[in-house]
């Protein structure tokens, strides 16, 4: 029985899912597929109960498979030791095998692309688990570590896309670095919102010099007594992602409105992460938890970019909105019609 690809990446990914899911044809298949292949090297790299060497090996192996030197039978052995439980990502790893099978059924020049990006994503990925959380001491560090697991992850969706639409292919030196700025953006956030659960797992992604700045030592970053200054270091990464989220916007602008279902699969992500943002900014559950937007914003942002996302103005003003900390998402004005402001809630 062959894995259904859809259901796995849903129990993945929900939120990804409702973007992948919404490009057409090959376009959509591969975009769930590589996902997959992504999540097995997020496994990989994440997981809490092998050591770093063994990480660093496996990601190594991986990368082989991905190239066609290794069996994934050999990937499978070496993890048949952890039984995937309810970890999605570790279920993911355990069908590597079906899921590769799946890739090697896509037109040659997709699944070209796709291996070539998911190997490179993988390599940098072992790279950093062997140098180790220590490693990000400056803003460069960071945007090193982002650039392996999220800014070539934007090359992929690029290169995917240009395959489909001969209009982004021919505008690929314009859009190749808006998406790793866009992936850069995503994974700021991603940052953010798992910033303590990060640190339970020995790693703290934001650099040493972010805390410096406010005169904290990192490994005070999440001490109550220090609350007021590890805030500041939150805002200082979430203005970081705002300026790699300007470039994201830039990106979605760039595709034109009858490529409407590749603008959503990027505008979708982009916006959650916005909102997320500004839900984050002195917000101490960032520091105990994680922030959430609510289902009933996820919903109007899909309902409302769905109808009107295609107008560049209307997505720009949106976008704004959505930056706003104390107020729900409330849509602009349709296009071409007076806009109206959204309405005051409570955060």
Not at 98 to 118: F, G, N, R, S
Not at 234 to 243: L, S
Request: glycine share 4%; aromatic share 8%.
């Amino acid at each position: 029985m062959t894995i259904d690809e859809h259901a796995l990446l849903r129990s993945a990914s929900r939120t990804f899912a409702l973007s992948i899911e919404r490009l057409p044809g090959v376009v959509g298949e591969a975009m769930c597929l590589a996902y997959l292949l992504l999540r097995v090297s997020d496994f990989l790299e994440d997981n809490d109960y092998m050591p770093p060497e063994r990480k660093v090996a496996l990601l190594k192996l991986w990368d082989s498979v991905l190239a066609g030197d290794e069996p994934a039978a050999k990937l499978l052995a070496e993890l048949a030791d952890h039984a995937p439980g309810d970890d999605p990502d570790a279920q993911v790893a355990a069908l590597a095998d079906e899921v590769l099978a799946k890739v090697h059924a896509l037109p040659q020049a997709v699944q070209t692309q796709m291996l070539v990006h998911v190997r490179n994503s993988t390599q940098g990925m072992a790279r950093w688990v062997a140098r180790g959380p220590q490693g990000i001491s400056a803003e460069t560090d960071m945007d090193d570590y982002m650039h392996e697991v999220a800014g070539r992850v934007g090359y992929l969706v690029t290169d995917i896309f240009a395959w489909y639409s001969g209009f982004v292919r021919a505008r690929l030196n314009q859009l190749m670095p808006l998406s790793r700025e866009f992936g850069l953006a995503l994974q700021t956030v991603n940052v953010i919102r798992g910033l303590r659960k990060d640190y339970e797992r020995g790693w703290i992604f934001v650099p040493e010099s972010f805390c410096a700045a406010v005169n904290l030592r990192r490994s005070d970053l999440f001490k109550p007594e220090y609350q007021i200054q590890a805030l500041q270091v939150v805002d200082m990464v979430a203005d970081k992602a705002e300026g790699h989220l300007q470039k994201a916007l830039d990106y979605v602008m760039a595709l034109p409105p009858w490529l409407h279902t590749l603008r959503l699969a990027c505008i979708w992500p982009m916006l959650f992460a916005v909102r997320t943002l500004a839900l984050s900014r002195q917000n101490v559950n960032v520091l105990v938890g994680e922030v959430k937007m609510t289902r009933d914003e996820v919903k109007a942002i899909v309902r409302d970019t769905t109808l009107f996302g295609w107008s560049n103005r209307w997505l720009e003003s949106y976008y704004q909105q959505l930056k706003v900390v104390r107020r729900r998402p409330a849509a602009p004005a349709t296009p071409g019609s007076a806009s109206k402001p959204p309405a005051l809630v409570k955060a």
